[in-house]
């Protein structure tokens, strides 16, 4: 992984994607590369390029604020690891203060 990780960093390196961009452009790309998800995960078409693609952009993006994939991750496992809910209807509704104190 962190091999694949190096090698797009110098794809981005090489192309002038770090200091020839922004967040703001990369965010904007990043919507783009959602739309297209949404568009094939809608027509049940393969999705994993994608993905692979918001990642490369995520990627970039981590890069040029100096932040590690492991770090971004780990924060956001932290912040969702002891949240208790359930799928209802395609949206997780999380479980209320009150429910958390009767369990």
Do not use: P
Not at 16 to 42: F, P, R, V, Y
Request: net charge negative.
């Amino acid at each position: 992984m962190q091999d694949l990780i190096d090698n797009v960093n110098k794809w981005f390196d090489d192309r002038n994607l770090i200091e020839g961009s922004t967040d703001k452009d990369q965010i904007l790309k990043l919507i783009q590369e959602l739309g297209e998800l949404s568009d094939h995960a809608c027509k049940g078409e393969d999705i994993r390029d994608d993905l692979g693609d918001m990642l490369v952009v995520m990627l970039n993006i981590m890069k040029r604020n100096n932040y590690s994939i492991n770090e971004c991750l780990q924060i956001a496992y932290d912040d969702i690891k002891d949240r208790k809910g359930k799928m209802v209807d395609g949206i997780f509704v999380k479980e209320s203060k009150e429910e958390e104190k009767n369990d």
